[in-house]
């Protein structure tokens, strides 16, 4: 049971020492909900992505990657490499959360 308890505690310092502070994103978040564009047609999203990919210190941005895809490098020295890969086209749906970040 103390090991339990133990690892709990363990566990629950290491997550909020690792916690990321989001806030900047708030912006960001709202901005992409508010201007929603369909697929093909995400050429204010793919715009935003490289802009925070710049401004986060990507080596090399490219547009335009198969019409409105964006790649960015970010290099932390030698070792692993992590591939993130997220979708920025919108779904038609009627929106019924009337939230002030909701078309």
């Not at 709990?8 to 508010?34: F, M, P, Q, T």
């Amino acid at each position: 049971m103390a090991n339990a308890r133990q690892a709990r505690n363990i566990l629950g310092e290491i997550i909020r020492e690792s916690c990321l502070d989001l806030g900047r994103y708030r912006e960001i978040y709202k901005k992409v909900h508010r201007n929603l564009e369909f697929s093909e047609q995400e050429t204010r999203m793919a715009a935003l992505v490289g802009q925070h990919l710049t401004e986060l210190g990507s080596t090399k941005v490219i547009a335009n990657i198969g019409g409105t895809s964006v790649v960015g490098a970010l290099q932390n020295g030698k070792g692993p490499v992590v591939l993130v890969r997220f979708e920025l086209d919108a779904l038609p749906m009627e929106e019924h959360a009337r939230l002030p970040s909701s078309r």
